[in-house]
Nanobody, 126 residues
Framework: VQLQASGGGLVQAGGSLRLSCAAS?????MGWFRQAPGREREFVAA????????YYASSVKGRFTLSKNIGDNSVYLQMNSLQAEDTAVYYC???????????????????????WGQGTLVTVSS
């Protein structure tokens, strides 16, 4: 299984970017994590494949929107009102379609994801 992420770049504070991630197979859960320079990787957002509601880290809620396209096994992270603190390498992650459903508290745990994309850099200039 491969995850192909794209869409990073340089944007001014207050601007927008859209990240995309396509999986080569059916997943049960897909999401995004990010790692800023000198910091640990952290949860951003995730969505279960058979349930409609995405979940967000409090730091991005209201600014980021995660959506999915079931037909092509893809997720999209629309990032609006970007701030300098959003600067990071963003990683797409996915949980295999054959695994059991995770509960809400597990969505933030990196170990619950089986596959990781290569990372895409988002730089927000202030």
């Amino acid at each position: 299984v491969q995850l192909q992420a794209s869409g990073g770049g340089l944007v001014q504070a207050g601007g927008s970017l859209r990240l995309s991630c396509a999986a080569s197979g059916r997943m049960s859960l897909m999401g995004w994590f990010r790692q800023a320079p000198g910091r640990e990787r952290e949860f951003v957002a995730a969505i279960r494949w058979n349930e409609g509601n995405p979940y967000y880290a409090s730091s991005v809620k209201g600014r980021f929107t995660l959506s999915k396209n079931i037909g092509d096994n893809s997720v999209y992270l629309q990032m609006n009102s970007l701030q300098a603190e959003d600067t990071a390498v963003y990683y797409c992650a996915a949980r295999d379609g054959g695994r059991n459903r995770v509960i809400l508290s597990q969505l933030r745990i990196q170990g619950e994801y089986d596959y990781w994309g290569q990372g895409t850099l988002v730089t927000v200039s202030s």
